[in-house]
């Protein structure tokens, strides 16, 4: 776990998402939970040096991101979008694939349960907690209900899943153009400290960057159906993930998602 700003901790080593969390003076506000429940459960026993958990708040749809919900109090808040993808996600289908890959996992989730949003926003909130100011904006892009959580006071964003430093990023239910649009708006905004929602905490300089990444993809796969190609063949001659280490496996997977879903999005 790193600080990094005034009131401001983020941790970038767990499986999953990068979670944070901000020590108001009325409590603690958390942005996303821990995926692995090992993980959780440390992350509560460090939050709980700085106080009590008023607010979690979830910055996207994505299991990574929602599933730690359970291991902590506070209310809370998301994208009516993410509260959607919440309940309709398969409880038992997940814990099988726990008990069967992780039995240290599978042991904290004897009465496990997703806990979804119970205040939820469409565009824009905004909550007041102690002496802070949370900036809840929605900004499409790697899925349509991606919230990004700007604290003013600490010039520190959260970004969720449109930002993803120096890792592969996923475009599986991804808006192109949106997302190109999302990062201009950040870049915009007064920000020192950036928390992607994977990879390093990075600066505001990396939001060109990530818009050249995912520019870089539309191009890519635009050139492939400009040249006729079928899905499958896209496929087979995209090579941008050739620049980073990946598991072959995951390497295919994330290829089929990522083309798959830009080729359908591109072709329109
Ligand atoms: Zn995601």
Partial sequence: MKKIAKNVYAETNYRGCNPGFVVTSAGVVMIDTPQMPTDAVKWREIIAKHGSVKYVINTEPHGDHYTGNYYFKGTVVAHEGTRQ????SNIDQMKERMRKTAP???????????RPP?????????LYVGDHTFKLINLPGHTPYQVAVYIPEEKTIFTSDNVFYKVPPW????????????????EDMEIEVV???HGEVCDAGYFPEMRACVQEWVDTVND???QGLALEEAI???TILDR?????????????????????VLKK
Wanted: glycine residues 2%; hydrophobic residues 45%.
């Fill in 85 to 88: 993808a919440i309940l309709a």
């Fill in 104 to 114: 240290a996992e599978y042991a904290l989730m004897k009465r496990f349960r997703f």
């Fill in 118 to 126: 119970t205040i939820t926003l469409t565009k824009e909130m905004t």
């Fill in 171 to 186: 475009f599986q239910q991804a808006m192109p153009y949106e997302w190109l649009e999302s990062l201009k708006r950040m």
């Fill in 195 to 197: 928390v992607p929602g």
């Fill in 224 to 226: 492939t159906i400009k």
């Fill in 236 to 238: 087979n001659k995209v």
């Fill in 244 to 264: 980073y280490q990946l598991d072959p496996e995951m390497r295919k997977m994330l290829l089929r998602f990522n083309v798959g879903r830009l080729y359908q």
